[in-house]
């Protein structure tokens, strides 16, 4: 009986989520964190499904949903083994799901410590994490479908970021012109949910991907960037003593 009514409740997501993860919307809905029903799709990627949903104050939020089934959990496993803010993870699908899913939660509570421009989360639960929404009624969109302009000075401001977390200690590991949107011509950073502290192995190799990534879509646009340069620069910012 329960279950038809859920069924009813969330008639588009059905064939998409388990009843599991189809309660757990639920709940987090009655808990406030946005209004019940109001889920509309943005995007479908390689692990999460991602939703624009109303909040009870008329602002936005966005609900990103970790599949339990098709995702790279493999992957993920391995990037939460060299995290070690994960130690004693075990090896099974969903653990691993929801690891990942509180970790860019995580995440995203430590960018708010480093003074990053990045959403705010709000809440957690099992393979859900719930966010602030970047812009006001409509998505801000991706820099490469939203090309900033001037290109040099949004440029120096992606970096100014970069430069934040290091200073805190992490690195974003993803970073690329999927995962930097424009905001009203400034940049926010989204999808942490592979951040690793610069203590995890391969942190520094992270560093030079975000950095060849990033500066290969800025040059793209005309700005004159030495990634040798940019990665010493950045690493001479120091990272803070925790
Ligand atoms: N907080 C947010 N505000 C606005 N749009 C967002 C937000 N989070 C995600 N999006 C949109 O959803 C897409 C997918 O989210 P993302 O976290 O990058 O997941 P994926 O791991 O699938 O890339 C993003 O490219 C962006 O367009
Ligand atoms: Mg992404």
């Known amino acids: 009986m329960m279950a038809k009514k859920f069924r009813e409740r969330f008639k588009t997501m059905d064939d998409v989520f388990d009843q599991f993860t189809i309660r757990n919307i639920f709940v987090l809905a009655s808990k406030g964190h946005f209004v019940d029903g109001t889920l509309s ?3 479908i990627g390689k ?22 089934s098709t995702c790279d959990f493999n992957n993920m496993y391995n990037y939460l083994a060299s995290d070690p803010r994960f130690p004693h993870l075990k090896k099974k699908l969903r653990e691993v799901v929801f690891a990942w899913c509180q970790r860019e939660y995580r995440n995203l509570l430590a960018t708010r410590d480093a003074g990053v421009r990045a959403p705010l989360p709000l809440a957690f639960l099992k393979n859900i994490l719930v966010m602030t929404q970047v812009g006001d009624e409509q998505p801000a969109q991706k820099i490469k479908d939203d090309v900033p302009k001037p290109p040099q000075k949004f440029f120096a401001e992606v970096v100014a970021e970069i430069k934040k977390l290091y200073r805190y200690g992490y690195v974003h590991s993803d970073l690329s012109k999927f995962n930097i949107l424009n905001s009203d011509k400034h940049p926010v950073l989204i999808d942490f949910s592979q951040m690793v502290p610069m203590n995890a192995p391969n942190a520094y190799e992270y560093l030079k991907r975000d950095i060849e990534n990033v500066s290969d879509f800025f040059r793209k646009l005309g700005v004159k960037i030495d990634n040798g340069k940019l990665f010493r620069e950045i690493v001479a910012v120091g990272t803070r003593k925790a």
């Open 47 to 68: 692990e999460a499904n991602v939703f624009s949903a109303e909040r009870n104050d008329g602002s936005r939020a966005v609900v990103k949903i970790y599949r339990l």
């Open 41 to 43: 799709p943005l995007s």
